[in-house]
């Protein structure tokens, strides 16, 4: 079955298979592959996917390149991206996460946005969010990352201002 669509079921349950585009009400997946999922409710175990928008989210043991989805549950998994209404990492780490309401348990993320967040052993290089809870560390928050970027700008247009006055161009 490897490259073929799945679509038009109420559930699609896929184990050890690789497939195109997956469109259902349920999917569920287990040591599978797929490159697009549509669903209202997506199940992997130990699989992965290029693509997936559902309502629902669960990943155990396995990842994604996209996730969009209502409630994102990550566990012992990764993803380049999430995006969500509600994010839940354990063990599991994304290049970017965004959302309203995100927990991470013994996580990572590159740049991390959240209205709200609930961590427990967090890293994460950038960080904006409202209220934090819990231990995060973070290379960058939103005031260093707006002095990084002051600094920057000052020194650029103070190399700009001596090349002017050295070469005599504009």
Do not use: C, W
């Amino acid at each position: 079955m490897a490259g073929e669509e799945v679509s038009g079921e109420e559930l699609a349950a896929l184990e050890d298979e690789l497939v195109g585009d997956v469109t259902a009400n349920s999917v569920k997946m287990t040591q599978s592959g797929a490159q697009t999922i549509k669903a209202q409710e997506v199940r992997l175990h130990q699989s992965g996917a290029q693509s997936i928008e559902a309502e629902k989210v669960t990943i155990q043991q396995g990842g994604a390149q996209y996730i969009q989805g209502g409630e994102v549950n990550l566990s012992q998994g990764g993803a380049l991206v999430v995006r969500g209404e509600r994010i839940a990492l354990e063990r599991s780490g994304a290049l970017v996460l965004s959302g309203q309401e995100v927990e991470v348990n013994q996580g990572g993320a590159g740049v991390l946005v959240a209205g709200k967040i609930k961590a427990d052993e967090v890293r994460s290089i950038f960080i904006a969010s409202g209220p934090i809870e819990g231990s995060v560390t973070t290379m960058l928050d939103q005031k260093s990352a707006l002095a990084l970027g002051a600094a920057l700008g000052a020194s650029l247009a103070f190399i700009y201002a001596l090349r002017s006055i050295f070469t005599g161009r504009d």
